[in-house]
């Protein structure tokens, strides 16, 4: 809540402990029985609110605020003491080429002769002009310039220096000089996995083209680094970007080709060891990306419930799962893979079931039609109705996340899904077996490789849905607190059908059903009175958004230019210039404009002026 408000979690003791002190200060008295008393649904929060959960809540916000306290300090000291700096660090990256550099990431054994900063990690930036290639696990001697990361210039833009804590990363260097002063300085298990990723690497290199080897990486692996910004797009906007994000799905697959595998040389239970053994390297090998982490973590508490005899819960899986992850790095709550990782995991689990009942009491209203389908229709129209309803489930849960990262609705997402799922399994097990064949036979991972390749090009063909008119809507950046409100809505609504189409009966339905009866019973005996409120509201709620509002003057930093963002007290909108330095390799009307006047909660502009037509005021092709 600190890291995602801003604000003291204090603020959430107070409602909870005055809620439970109400609770315990109400007369327990027999009263006139009465349905919509609050009273009487009041002892309901005794559930939920109790000692044990307020002293919990309050003990683990004290552990992870000394976590997030520690952290920051480490990096604001980081920031204000660092400029020039010399030091030794350990290579724990491959190389990654850039444009004029080449980047690593180096774990800090010390820095300026200190060892305050110990196992620090910083991006280490390498002039392409110096020959030197630097190896994983290679120990270094360094001097360089730290340069402190960017915050978000505009309104609602990208922070970069917060998407570095949340790889627990604190900082850049640009080397003036480094030395070689040792081999092979990371455990054994990092080494291996390095070594087998880039191995990996090379054999996809080797047997398929760069976009297709870079899909696999991307599926497999969890890199998306190398895949093309616009096929990236192409899948945000169909609805189907999970697939490049190695997740629960994924790691099922990688379950279900090793109890092939293994299950009868081994049996049930030595198999699920060896299959945990593979999962915690899986995740050395993946570089810990959060949905792998997660994925991997749940899959293996299954597993470990199943080794010792014990029933699963997936509440404790995800919680457990989750709680390792942020104790790791508190930071990763900000991590876009992990809320849309997490949220759809939930949202499936939680919706799915009522969702699937939703669609199974479709009828069909033509007779003729009805009686027709045969047994084996009927399976793949149930098998159909449950992709539809995890795509449902999963959407419904992500959308406003989606919408506040990205500000964009696809309209297509249920289609593309729905060819997505005949694919998905075939193309992940076949990348997994020509991923072990390029090691053992390379004739057969060949051989495989071309109808891998087939059907990857039409998974690309298929994120082309995104460029039909009317795939996508730009909507603007919603307010936290109605995010908020819509998943309290939507967890209310999942509530009320559970409830009110349940066929075990107790108690507690049979006071639901008839509390939902005798609302709709006021509602139309007083239906005149609410009509009557719901049109005067709506009229206040026109009155006040035609009540003029100040004059908004805002200059956007586009970098080498000039743009200004003008709402005049009616709510029109002005955009005067919106230029910025030509480069090919970043589109400044695409990622900084449109972003910020999304952010600002405007989805169209009415005039557009341009002062003059030099590069930095205006740029053709936006």
Same mark, same amino acid.
């Given at each position: ?7 003291? =979690?204090?603020?959430? +003791?107070?409602? *909870? ?6 609770? #315990?200060?109400?007369? #327990? ?36 605020? /000394? ?16 400029d020039e700096i010399e030091g030794e660090a350990v290579v724990v990256s491959s190389k990654k080429e850039k444009e ?14 200190? *060892? ?19 190896? +994983? ?11 402190k990361t960017e915050v978000a210039r505009n309104y609602g833009g990208f922070n970069y220096k917060e998407y570095l ?23 054994? !298990? ?22 297709? /080897? ?82 991997? *973590? ?37 991590? =876009?893979?992990? @809320? ?52 449902? /489930? ?9 919408? +506040? ?30 991923? *072990? ?44 607190? !109605?995010i908020i409100l819509y998943y309290i809505m939507v967890f209310l609504f999942n509530i009320i059908y559970s409830l009110?189409? /349940? ?32 049109? =005067? ?9 035609? !009540?003029?509002?100040?004059? @908004? ?6 970098? @080498? ?32 404009? =449109? ?19 030099? @590069? ?7």
């Open positions: 809540m600190g890291l995602y408000f801003n604000t003291s =979690i204090v603020l959430l +003791y107070i409602p *909870i402990i005055a809620i439970y002190f109400i609770y #315990k200060s109400i007369k #327990k008295k027999k009263e006139k029985f009465n349905f919509l008393s609050p009273k009487r649904y009041l002892k309901y929060v005794k559930l939920i609110i109790k000692k044990e959960v307020i002293f919990l809540i309050i003990l683990s916000s004290i552990i992870s605020n /000394s976590i997030v306290i520690y952290q920051n300090n480490k990096y604001d000291s980081l920031y204000k003491n660092l004029y550099t080449n980047s690593y990431k180096i774990k800090i054994n010390n820095l300026n002769g200190s *060892i305050k900063y110990k196992d620090t990690c910083l991006y280490l930036k390498v002039n392409k002009k110096n020959t030197m290639n630097l190896q +994983y696990g290679d120990k270094i001697k360094f001097v360089g310039e730290f340069v804590k949340s790889l627990k990363i604190y900082g850049t260097v640009n080397v003036n000089s480094v030395k070689v002063i040792g081999k092979d300085k990371v455990n054994v !298990i990092s080494k291996l996995s390095n070594s087998i990723y880039l191995k990996i690497e090379e054999n996809l290199d080797n047997l398929f083209e760069k976009d297709i /080897s870079n899909f696999i990486k991307g599926i497999v692996l969890g890199d998306k680094s190398n895949i093309d910004e616009d096929v990236q797009e192409n899948f945000r906007i169909s609805g189907i970007s999970h697939i490049l994000a190695v997740s629960g799905m994924h790691v099922s697959y990688i379950i279900l080709i090793c109890n092939f595998i293994l299950k009868k040389s081994f049996g049930k239970r030595k198999t699920k060891f060896i299959i945990i053994l593979f999962l915690i390297f899986y995740m050395f090998l993946a570089g810990f990306s959060p949905s792998i982490v997660r994925a991997s *973590i749940m899959n293996i508490i299954i597993l470990g419930a199943g080794i010792f005899y014990r029933k699963n819960d997936l509440a404790t899986s995800i919680s457990l799962s989750l709680l390792i992850i942020f104790i790791y790095n508190p930071f990763l709550i900000e991590n =876009i893979g992990l @809320q849309f990782s997490y949220i759809a995991t939930i949202g499936i689990i939680l919706l799915q079931k009522n969702i699937k009942k939703v669609l199974k009491n479709l009828k069909i209203k033509n007779k003729k039609w009805k009686y027709r389908f045969s047994i084996k229709t009927l399976k793949i129209i149930s098998k159909v109705q449950e992709i539809v309803a995890v795509t449902i /489930s999963a959407q419904i849960s992500i959308l406003p996340i989606m919408i +506040y990262h990205f500000n964009i609705f696809g309209t297509y997402f249920l289609l593309s899904n729905l060819l997505i799922s005949v694919l998905i399994g075939p193309v992940l097990i076949l990348s997994l077996i020509t991923i *072990i064949l390029s090691f053992i036979f390379k004739p057969i991972a060949i051989f495989i490789s071309y109808f891998l390749s087939i059907l990857i090009h039409i998974f690309i063909y298929i994120s082309n849905i995104s460029n039909i008119p009317f795939s996508k809507f730009y909507l603007p950046t919603p307010n936290v607190w !109605i009110y189409n /349940s066929k075990k009966l107790n108690a507690t339905i049979v006071r639901f059903r008839n509390l939902i009866a005798l609302i709709k019973y006021k509602f139309i005996l007083n239906r005149k009175r609410y009509y009557r409120f719901i049109i =005067i509201f709506f009229l206040i709620f026109i009155l006040f958004k035609l !009540i003029p509002k100040n004059l @908004q003057i805002n200059f956007v930093d586009v970098g @080498q230019g000039d743009c200004t963002f003008i709402v005049t007290p009616s709510g029109k909108t002005i955009l005067v210039d919106g230029g910025g330095s030509k480069s090919n390799d970043f589109d400044v009307g695409k990622n900084t404009l =449109i972003p910020y006047i999304l952010d600002k909660g405007y989805t169209k502009i009415d005039y557009v002026i341009i002062s003059h037509f030099d @590069q930095d005021h205006v740029r053709t092709g936006y």
